[in-house]
């Protein structure tokens, strides 16, 4: 999946092969961070769920463990994603500037926003 998705975005923007690392890095660092916001929300809503029920207990105590871990492994995710973004631009920097380099450029920041 990741492979396909780099190769959709070599596709494009028009941009070589030699950006492969980068961009696997920032697509994989996505996923990462779908999945902590996916886990944290099915935690946040079996916590509601058992509030609801009234059945403040033992497994409350870990679902909040539960969603403690969810934030961390989140907040590693935008940090991975961050880096990737940044080596990736600073590639990209190094390029002469083309038609291609900009759109790239253009596409980064407008997501690092």
Not at 12 to 31: D, G, K, M, N, T
Not at 52 to 66: F, I, M, N, T
Request: charged content about 30%; cysteine-free; aromatic content about 4%.
């Amino acid at each position: 999946m990741v492979g396909e998705l780099v190769q959709d975005l070599l596709d494009e923007l028009e941009i070589s092969q030699e950006y492969v690392p980068e961009l696997r890095a920032i697509i994989e660092a996505e996923v990462n961070l779908l999945r902590a916001r996916s886990i944290r929300a099915s935690l946040l809503q079996d916590l509601l769920n058992q509030i609801k029920e009234d059945a403040l207990d033992a497994s409350v105590v870990a679902l909040l463990a539960q969603l403690t871990r969810a934030d961390r492994y989140e907040r590693r995710a935008l940090s991975r994603r961050k880096f990737a973004v940044r080596d990736l631009t600073k590639a990209l920097n190094e390029l002469s500037v083309s038609p291609a380099g900009d759109e790239v450029r253009r596409l980064l920041n407008w997501r690092a926003a």
